[in-house]
Structures are given as structure tokens and as C-alpha cells.
T-cell receptor, first 117, second 115 residues
């Protein structure tokens, strides 16, 4: 099992450009999440999904959109990148079965480091 | 809302020293509590967890006890190694079916262990 994978690993954008970050998991998990990590602020939830075709806003959703067309994939889009979106982005997943995330926590991908100039 | 507060870092220790990283939380009901570790250049890994009051989570020599009376979940290790150098995050997942396992994280504590 590859677990949770993220594409790309690094990206540099200019202000106003758009891009999509791809997250894939092979554990058949129902729940998927996108976080951003900034120094001194821990991880903050951007958007999450509780199943195929569903998405919901997290703590810091502005400037981002997401889609979950397939159960195993969760895409994060930046329509018009801003320097404030320079961050490390992490995708995670968890199962809702057998106690789910309260028992087993979330499984994280390796992250995407995004710089917006 | 929920919140997690970790001790200010960074923390620098010599090998074999005792480690404590403080974590306190604010939440409604009975959240689950977690410690995650992030090694340089990697994603987060679950280190240990506790799901109810007085539970003790343990893994790789690390321990933390869920203290509801003090709303704390402090991380301890009796003898740290250079390989323990990483960033440690305390997190909570609130109770209830509609929480969907969403995590609230502390700000992270950088630990550096010198030989």
C-alpha cells in the first residue's frame, strides 16, 4: 500500500496563476482532508470530504476549492494564487468504520510545498 | 470552539535527557487526544492516542495521559535519542458523529536532541 500520496511535491507559482493539488489514497477511506501548515500555527483545516461527491468547508477555506469525484482522490484548487497561500499543504484520510478517526486518527501524505511569488 | 495549546518551543536536549512537552486543550464533551510527529521533510505520523479520561497512550517510549480534570495531555519520554529530533503536534478530535474526525492542532513543538 502506498497510503496517501500527493502530487506535486514542490511548486512555485506567480501571483494570479492557478493550480490543482492532487491527493490519492489506496486505503478505501471515506473521509479526506486538506490542511495547510504555517510556522507557529500548526495545521489548519481548509476543506474536507466525508464521501465521494461531498465536500465541506474547514477553518480556512477562502481562496481554495475542492472536488471529490472519486472516492480515492481529493483535489485542492487555487484559482488565483496569492502570496498568502505560500505554505505546505497536507492531505489526510481516515476511515469511518470500527471507531474511525477517533480510534485511529488520520493518515497523512508527505506534503506539497507551494511558493507564490 | 475547540483549541489546543502547546508549550513554547523550540526544545533542545542532550541525548538520554527526560522530555516533557506540555499540551492543554479546550473542547466540548469528550474529545479524543493525539500526539503526531513530523520528521524533517515528511508528513505527520500518529505517535500515540487516548480516547477517554485517564487513558494512557504509549509508543516508542513516549507516553501521554488524558487528564480531563486539568484538560491536559502532556507528552513524556524518559530518555530521548538523537533520532527523536522532530516536530511534535498535539491534536484533538471532538466527539460526536458529525465531527467526521476533524483535527484541531496545537502550534507544534520543535525538538532537537544533541549527542
Amino acid at each position: 500500500n502506498a497510503g496517501v500520496t500527493q502530487t506535486p511535491k514542490f511548486r512555485v507559482l506567480k501571483t494570479g496563476q492557478s493550480m490543482t493539488l492532487l491527493c490519492a489514497q489506496d486505503m478505501n477511506h471515506e473521509y479526506m482532508y486538506w490542511y495547510r501548515q504555517d510556522p507557529g500555527m500548526g495545521l489548519r483545516l481548509i476543506h474536507y470530504s466525508v464521501g465521494e461527491g461531498t465536500t465541506a468547508k474547514g477553518e480556512v477555506p477562502d481562496g481554495y476549492n475542492v472536488s471529490r469525484l472519486k472516492k480515492q482522490n481529493f483535489l485542492l484548487g487555487l484559482e488565483s494564487a496569492a502570496p498568502s497561500q505560500t505554505s505546505v499543504y497536507f492531505c489526510a484520510s481516515s476511515s469511518r468504520l470500527a471507531g474511525g478517526p477517533r480510534m485511529y486518527g488520520q493518515f497523512f501524505g508527505p506534503g506539497t510545498r507551494l511558493t507564490v511569488l | 470552539g475547540n483549541s489546543v495549546t502547546q508549550m513554547e518551543g523550540p526544545v533542545t536536549l542532550s541525548e538520554e535527557a527526560f522530555l516533557t512537552i506540555n499540551c492543554t486543550y479546550t473542547a466540548t464533551g469528550y474529545p479524543s487526544l493525539f500526539w503526531y510527529v513530523q520528521y524533517p521533510g515528511e508528513g505527520l505520523q500518529l505517535l500515540l492516542k487516548a480516547t477517554k479520561a485517564d487513558d494512557k497512550g504509549s509508543n516508542k517510549g513516549f507516553e501521554a495521559t488524558y487528564r480531563k480534570e486539568t484538560t491536559s495531555f502532556h507528552l513524556e519520554k524518559g530518555s530521548v535519542q538523537v533520532s527523536d529530533s522532530a516536530v511534535y503536534f498535539c491534536a484533538l478530535s471532538e466527539a460526536g458523529g458529525t465531527s467526521y474526525g476533524k483535527l484541531t492542532f496545537g502550534q507544534g513543538t520543535i525538538l532537537t536532541v544533541h549527542p
